[in-house]
């Protein structure tokens, strides 16, 4: 069925009126972007430079009008049925933890606990309060956690899971995009 919906999507071609927000200017096209196609499903953008592609697809997550942009490497022959648009690396910060949690063994066990851990930060605000921040890949169509919960010795510590620039999510459910709060 989802390929059905893909093929049928890939048809449908946005109106003068649905293009503008998302047409490149003569600035874009001047530093090297070309597009190459626009459809209600994607939009297609070549970069000439490596390292404007590289910034773009490592940066983000990218939203558009409070939803989330998940982009994807293109290369010739690829097929956009077969691409799977379902992971995205955010950056979460883990909050309410007593003091003596702070440390790098715990930063350790956190990024432990997330299995696509890419990195773990700890962080200071101006206020003195401490947070960790882990980066790491997350299935967007899945629920997301709210919590997470390790031990340390004979210690429970639980803390509470913020995620950085997230567009609607679902308060009840956990799932991104239906908007119930």
């Not at 927000?21 to 600035?27: G, K, N, S």
């Not at 972007?33 to 940066?59: N, P, Q």
């Not at 962080?123 to 299935?139: C, D, L, P, T, Y």
């Amino acid at each position: 069925m989802d390929a059905t919906i893909i093929k049928s999507l890939l048809k449908c071609k946005l109106s003068k009126t649905e293009l503008k927000p998302i047409q490149l200017v003569e600035e874009d096209l001047a530093k090297g972007i070309i597009e190459c196609e626009l459809s209600a499903y994607a939009k297609v953008i070549f970069l000439k430079e490596s390292f404007e592609k590289k910034r773009i697809m490592e940066t983000g997550p990218w939203c558009f009008d409070n939803h989330l942009m998940v982009m994807h490497d293109w290369a010739r022959g690829l097929d956009p049925v077969t691409i799977a648009f379902d992971k995205r690396t955010f950056w979460i910060q883990v909050r309410g933890l007593k003091p003596d949690f702070f440390t790098w063994e715990v930063a350790s066990k956190m990024g432990d606990a997330f299995p696509s851990c890419e990195d773990v930060e700890l962080r200071r605000e101006k206020g003195g309060s401490r947070f960790f921040r882990i980066k790491f890949g997350v299935n967007v169509l899945e629920p997301l956690r709210i919590l997470i919960q390790f031990q340390i010795d004979d210690k429970t510590a639980i803390g509470y899971l913020a995620y950085e620039r997230f567009p609607n999510p679902c308060f009840k459910c956990g799932r991104m995009g239906n908007l119930i709060r």
